[in-house]
DNA sequence: ATATCTGGTATTCTTTAGGTTACTGGCATC
DNA sequence: GATGCCAGTAACCTAAAGAATACCAGATAT
């Protein structure tokens, strides 16, 4: 079934969906950094500066709760906790490229 | 130049800037509503209900801003003001087919 | 022994998004 | 002549998102 041929309720339900998921000042930029080899709380929180570690926090526990992010916890001392993006979260890809590029343009179609 | 080649701190420029413009509960809706034959105030105001006359407002503002709608006042008695979206507009439906497609994903994802 | 790293929690505060209700001034309709 | 449609505006309120600051305990580095 092509996108087009949904009901306009439908579409608007899904897209409201996604967006759920997704937005938020920090969602993207922490999926982002964890993809880009940032799996440590505090690397994740340099690369995403100036998130604080109570927003971080929540961040990852929403992110985990939407199977994005998977937090593992060693049983070392002190505990060694590290974060992944999951298989899932691969499904995500060509909608952040989207988003990067059309933000990337935007940019320029404002100056205009 | 590929998305994959930009670095990481510009990608998350670029998704903010993105997220900035689309998200929200109802920035979407109401191109959605448009783009399918809602041109006037209170037509868009009833397919994305139960958005107030207040948010509706203040949202189109947004849009007309971004220049992804386009907003007409006829000198007519009373008033006629229609609203479009910007052949720009169009430039956004690769990114919400996408957010379409995968909302609708993630709901089969999350009853797993 | 003092400072700094780890992964967070607790408390408080401010800002923003969005909602509620009421109202306007022309015009058409019942 | 009262009611309803149109495209909003105004004043106020609530809930949620996010920021600021302080703190914890166990380990490492100086």
Redesign the pocket.
């Known amino acids: 079934m092509h996108v087009d041929d949904l009901p306009i309720e439908q579409k608007i339900k899904y897209v409201q969906d996604t967006l759920f998921v997704i937005s938020?000042?920090?969602k993207l930029p922490i999926l982002i950094a964890i993809s880009q080899g940032s799996n440590?709380?505090?690397?994740i929180q340099r690369q995403v500066l100036?998130?604080?570690?109570?927003?971080l926090?929540k961040?990852l526990r929403d992110l985990e709760q939407n199977k994005l992010v998977i937090?593992t916890v060693y049983d070392t001392?002190?505990?060694?906790?590290?974060y992944d993006v999951s298989a899932y979260c691969k499904s995500l890809k060509p909608l952040v490229d989207e988003m990067i590029l059309w933000g990337k343009n935007h940019r320029k179609k404002l100056i205009e």
Chains 1, 2 share one sequence.
């Open positions: 938020g000042k920090w440590r709380f505090r690397d100036p998130i604080t570690t109570r927003v926090t961040e937090r001392s002190p505990v060694l906790v590290t």
